[in-house]
């Protein structure tokens, strides 16, 4: 059964900082690519960033400068370095691994929220 546990949300004021995990289980973590997305009430599912199996990233526009993303394939875990949070990165917060080949195989996280107060 593939499990994918985000963690480290919660409230934080304008301009602090928030590390976001996500433990997965039940996959080949190493071969997967790993995203994190956030969705804000009312708007669509964003992608935040990116990593992919070779370590590769790529970020929104609107967190470049602010965020990392990292993984740790022994742990089998990724991570979300959130700095100087804006309000407008309130949102909740998923984890996605994603595997194209041999088949497509994509999983979520059950989402993490990340208030930032003005």
């Known amino acids: 059964q593939v499990q994918l546990v985000e963690s480290g949300g919660g409230l934080v004021q304008a301009g602090g900082s928030l590390r976001l995990s996500c433990a997965a289980s039940?996959?080949?973590?190493?071969?997967?690519?790993m995203g994190w997305y956030r969705q804000a009430p009312g708007k669509q599912r964003d992608l935040v960033a990116a990593?992919?199996?070779?370590?590769?990233?790529n970020y929104a526009d609107s967190v470049k400068g602010r965020f990392t993303i990292s993984r740790d394939n022994a742990k089998n875990t990724v991570y979300l370095q959130m700095n100087n949070l804006k309000p407008e990165d309130t949102a909740v917060y998923y984890c996605n691994a994603f595997e194209l080949y041999p088949i497509k195989r994509d999983y979520w996280g059950q989402g993490t929220q990340v208030t930032v107060s003005s």
């Open positions: 039940g996959i080949t973590f190493a071969s997967y690519k």
């Open positions: 990593i992919t199996s070779g370590g590769s990233t």
